[in-house]
């Protein structure tokens, strides 16, 4: 097809958050110099796509249409992806560059040796997320100042490294290599180990509250925050944990190990030990940026002292409303133990947030940022 020869095209195979959000922050940049072939098992999400111009082509099936790409991103999880993998070989032209989106890259490396796919593969983990799932989520701004892990297969081009880092300076991530063993080792500590704390702090609170629910009714906002993550895609979650098992075994017995340390000092009442123990990790967490690098998606929340009067959250609603600021959440909260506010609100975006400070502080309202 001439358009191919005109316009970079890009195969996704699966297009939910992830694969919709690139998509659409490239034909934000250029609509006019990306043609995009995608495939979906769900409709919905195909007639979606091709309603909002994000899709050039819709197929049903993997065959010859994806031949002529310049990039295949394989957006589905990782055990589906290994699958897909013998059916697009076929059809993967010699200057291709065939790559994924998943949080565990070992097995889908082990995979694309056993096939001999290594001159094509370059694995890729963009590190930003949502709560939401699906195509229908996705927006533009998501990849925007977040790593971008690649882990080349060791026989792939280096041409092809450098063009697949322009295509991510193009979505506004930051490319970053690193080999599959290390990704997976690092993730297994920043992502899959704090998932795997918050939800089971989740059960166990839930199990230890009384018939009342009395911790549910007056747990306070800190507790939300630091346990939202327990709210993802559980399928997610059990194929990540199956798929670098032993990376997270490794860290969950140290952490373990780590957390009957904590009980010997309370045990044996070492106060000091305890005070030096939170001191070095509130130094440690505020040299952490505030920027959303990680993998765990930052949440843009605000807290804000109000008067207890008829009014109050509508006139703060209309402040914000008034300067066309969209909230994702707001609400109160009745325990003060955290913050000293007690106006809860949650935005979409960081940039959002920042302009809902610098506005409220403006009109002489307290705001406070954990």
Excluded at 299 to 328: M, N, Q, R, V
Aim: charged share 25%; with cysteine; net charge negative.
């Amino acid at each position: 097809m001439v358009i191919y020869m005109k316009k970079t095209a890009i195969g996704f195979i699966g297009f939910g958050l992830i694969g919709g959000s690139i998509a659409k922050a490239l034909k934000k940049l250029e609509k006019d110099s990306y043609y995009f072939i995608i495939f979906d098992r769900d409709e919905k999400t195909l007639s979606l796509a091709k309603e909002e111009e994000i899709a050039d082509e819709i197929v049903h099936h993997i065959d010859s249409s994806f031949s002529s790409c310049d990039f295949i991103f394989l957006c589905t999880p990782v055990s589906y992806s290994k699958q897909y993998l013998p059916i697009l070989k076929p059809f993967l032209s010699k200057d291709c560059i065939l790559t994924d989106v998943g949080s565990v890259k070992g097995q889908i490396h082990k995979e694309i040796t056993k096939l001999s796919l290594e001159n094509f593969f370059i694995g890729g983990h963009p590190m930003a997320g949502s709560e939401q799932s699906g195509y229908a989520h996705s927006t533009p701004s998501l990849m925007e100042n977040a790593y971008f892990i690649l882990t080349p297969s060791p026989s792939v081009s280096e041409k092809k490294v450098k063009k697949y880092k322009e295509l991510i300076d193009e979505i506004g991530a930051i490319a970053f290599v690193m080999s599959e063993e290390e990704h997976d080792y690092i993730v297994a500590a920043i992502s899959h180990l704090p998932h795997i704390i918050a939800a089971s702090l989740v059960n166990f609170i839930k199990r230890a509250d009384n018939e009342k629910q009395w911790m549910k009714m007056i747990a306070s906002g800190g507790l939300k925050d630091i346990t939202r993550i327990a709210s993802s895609s559980p399928i997610m979650w059990e194929q990540i944990c199956i798929e670098n098992s032993e990376n997270i075994h490794i860290l969950l017995e140290s952490y373990i190990h780590s957390l009957h340390h904590w009980k010997d000092m309370l045990i044996l009442q070492k106060g000091e030990q305890l005070a030096y123990s939170f001191q070095e990790a509130g130094e440690y967490r505020n040299t952490l940026t505030d920027i959303s690098h990680g993998p765990i998606k930052k949440a843009s929340i605000l807290y804000c002292d109000i008067e207890d009067e008829s009014g109050a959250i509508a006139t703060i609603a209309s402040i914000l409303a008034s300067s066309h600021i969209s909230l994702k959440n707001i609400g109160i909260i009745h325990n003060r133990e955290f913050e000293q506010g007690i106006l809860r609100m949650e935005f979409y975006e960081e940039t959002s947030l920042m302009k809902a400070i610098c506005l409220l502080e403006g009109h002489s309202y307290t705001i406070y940022r954990r």
